[in-house]
């Protein structure tokens, strides 16, 4: 495996396992279940699936706010205070929150000014039945977390371009 197949991996966990042999060594204290605890595992599924549809989001409303070129048209993306990593994106009183409701649940809907929360519209230009959607993780073998959606896998891109594309004509005005 050569280095750029290596930059494509995550290697958070490698990281941790050297900072967990560190503090080890420095404090005394072992601990040798953090690797098999699936709560502390969705924990860290959940911040880092967040910080990952929140850079992407941060990546696309850069390259549209720059291509739009209108600061009144503009989509701001905000941190949601006192929360580890929840935001939301506002332009003309709509918002779109994405929020971590619990370690295994990623909470996505869009809010109008009246704090009314409402769905995404289905493919015949109706609301969708639900309020919001619902990510969940589930847990397979040796502690892989996938992302789904109504039972199918999550795909980060089109997630993003889905609801980046909603947003963007929902809040037109």
Do not use: C
């Not at 072992?30 to 860290?44: K, M, Q, R, S, Y």
């Not at 109706?126 to 039972?151: C, D, M």
């Amino acid at each position: 495996m050569n280095n750029t197949e290596l930059n494509h991996l995550s290697t958070k966990w490698i990281e941790s396992l050297v900072i967990d042999e560190i503090n080890m060594d420095e404090s005394g204290i072992v601990n040798f279940n953090d690797h098999i605890d699936t709560a502390l595992n969705l924990e860290d599924s959940s911040i880092e699936m967040m910080d990952q549809l929140r850079e992407n989001f941060e990546i696309f409303v850069t390259k549209f706010n720059d291509l739009r070129n209108n600061a009144d048209k503009e989509i701001k993306l905000f941190k949601i205070s006192n929360t580890v990593n929840d935001f939301l994106l506002f332009r003309n009183s709509l918002k779109l929150v994405v929020s971590r409701s619990s370690s295994e649940t990623i909470t996505i809907g869009f809010m109008n000014n009246s704090g009314n929360f409402f769905s995404t519209r289905n493919s015949d230009g109706q609301s969708a039945p639900a309020i919001y959607h619902e990510l969940k993780a589930i847990v397979g073998a040796f502690n892989n977390i996938k992302w789904t959606y109504q039972g199918d896998t999550v795909e980060i891109n089109s997630l993003t371009k889905f609801y980046l594309s909603e947003f963007i004509k929902q809040s037109a005005s």
